[in-house]
């Protein structure tokens, strides 16, 4: 090996994981990358939408300075102002990177790429590779990722989880302890620095549009462990999504953007409720404003007073043969749905949680307030403010995977944490404590099933953060976790075996969701305004005098500690969200 | 109430023998077989009432994307997430890929994927990840034709349907010719094509494929796959005489 070449281990790789690798080798850090699975297999792979940037290839005079403000407001000015304009400076060299290692972005006639519209953009910003462009990013990076190993500055562990961090006396970071999902090994891996790039946490609640394995349970272990959790209220959720074979999936919004339609069933027709409400501006507004519109809709128009009208997104107008290129992603996405045909007949749509906008608490640098702990990704709190635009996921993913990597490998050296100097006693503890975290799960008796409470925790978290919050009803919430987490230590552990048993990272996971969804609660209590996602029709206008500021929770052991000073630094003028 | 019953062949470790257990699982609305594989999963029980360890099984996304819970379903491989269970009359039954080695139930060990995509050199050699400045310009025809073969998700279902795939050969399954076909039509993979190539004329490349074509109808992204061998044969033939006239 190199002489003293910093250790890094980046936790999760998916786009922002094998991003933050990719970077931290070059700038000669030699990465451990974990990861439940193979790198192809992860979360970003949903991502079909495609990537924003002002590429300007439509020659309609977009800049970055434009998809920063339109980022900015969509995010109701809850993101640091400085941090989202590096972030769209950089997307048009992200787009050429990826273009570079392979991405089949769609092409214009003179070979240019293709930019789609999306929903929130006033210009042509998407690019888009085919009907799935997350898998394509997903495929791209991962052979960066091999080529990497194959000069050996990259170790991919796929099948190992991430349970905890390696904290020495001084506070730091100083590794990991995971846990080969096979043998069932409980391993310390000591490092410079730890990135956390493991997703966000929508699948805590029942209606999510993601994948199962989103449950935000990194961000828990470090949020148990000292760090810092930024906005964790923020929970994005959007009006498109499609019940397709027992799961909610996200349905593309470009098709929106592309000249498809939503409409409510009123008497038998279509009421085009968007473009009643927001007249031109119908295909600006952000998916929070767009599912609060859509949903008070359904119920006015439902016949009788408990029920409710149907909601269908509409692209049956568009020219099939132009549709096939136009919304591939979209008519991807209704693929699974064998009986629909969505070139021909309106497909009914439900709302979904997508995606989190909180998550760890981190600075410019994506340094997490422990020091050698940085996230990226879904796992990081930093770019989307308090509602994302879509394209803009697997931007922050990657832009903010590549700044951790980079800062977590150039900083390593100067910080006096080498991997080489965590004493064996400190690793020992951290394993033994896992090991007795172990040993209580199962221990655990009683009669309780803890999928069922998964489950009811999920719907619980529906009931009380989603699109309309309600300070009574968040505050029996709370009570209500606290009840759901005593039931759980009564569940016991469904699978004894000593290989390959998946009861046992889930009952350590379901653990933390508690810890999780009380923060989620308390700091929606906490945060007395609307703002984004963050509804409470109580209080229906943004307070910025009083609330522009970042959420900032603890943990402690009498239950989450709120901090409210961190002012959001915004030298833009903030507008009215109104669209 | 209707009901489904699922038939899971089971194995606790790739040491010990299989078992074959009957589950029956309360039907819902356009239910999934991943979806009743959890609902089995929740509350295991049998058939005729007796308490099981829970079916080990992967899976992800649930959208067909992440290509984990590929399985044999009704002998056909399949993605559990967008196998409807009412598309089957009788009982369904469900057994773990036979190609890849055995971890447990319906998980299998699919790390030769990667090994196979390591070995063939599927990436683009970058000489960095700065802003080059310039975004290689890709003919819209070329990308539209290629656009298919991007979209492989290394599920293994093309591998488990291959009956070249098997103990006695090198060759890890067709998705590796999707993969290829992708960055040999790029314009920066163009330069990376011939040892490419060369790499698959050799063991484990095009010509251990027999033309059998199982791989395209199990395709769950629905990839060409047996254009892309005819395609990648007979280019890797025309490369063998590139090398031998121009080294």
Redesign the interface.
Known sequence: MHKASPKIIVVGAGAAGMSAA??AV?EGASVTLLS????????S??L?EGIAAA?DTAGEGDTAAMHAAETLRCGDYLAHEKRVKGMCDAAP?I???L????????????????LGKCGGATKRRLAR????T???VL??L???I??A??AERVH?M?GWEFISLIIDDSGACRGVVAQNL?NMEIRPLAADAVIICAGGYPALLAKHAA???SDGAAIAACYAQGAAVANPEFVQFSPYAI?????L?ALPESSLAEGGSVWVERDGRPWHVLEEFFHESSGLVPRDIATRALWKAVRDAALTPDSRANAFVDITQLDPDAAA?LVAPFLD?C????ELDALREPVRIEPAVFATMGGLWVDARHASNIPGLFAAGGSACQYHGACIMAGNELLASIYGG?VAGRYAACTAERSGRAADSVSSDLMNAAKGREEDVVAHIAAQEGSE?A??IGRELGELLVESVWLEKDNAVLKKALEKIDELGSRFSKAQL????E??N??LPFMRRMRRRFDLARLIVAASLGRDESRGAHFKPALPLRDDAKWHCITRGTWSASGPVLDFSERVEIEAELQKREY | METALIKVKRQDDPEDLPYWELFEVQLEPGMSVARAIEVVRENPMTADGNRTAPVAHECSCMEGLCGACAMLINGKARLACSTLVDEFDGPITLEPLAKFPLVRDLCVDRSRIMEALARSECWIPLDGLHVAGCIPVYSQREQMKTSVFSDCISCGCCSEACPQVNGRSAFAGAFIFSHIMALNAHPLGLQSRDPRLALLGGRGGVADCAGAENCESVCPRGIPLAAAVARLQWEVALNSIRRYFWG
């Open positions: 990719l970077a070059e439940l699975a193979e790198p192809f297999r992860a979360s792979a949903r079909r590429l060299g787009v050429e990177l273009a570079r290692m392979g991405v089949g972005f769609d092409r214009t006639a003179e070979g240019a790429i293709r590779a085919g009907r799935s997350g898998v394509q495929t791209a991962a052979g960066q091999l080529h190993q194959s991919v796929p096979r994948s199962v394995e019940d397709a074979a027992g799961k999936r290129q996405a693929d699974a749905l064998a590549m099933n999928h069922l469904p699978d004894r075996a290989w390959a998946a009861e």
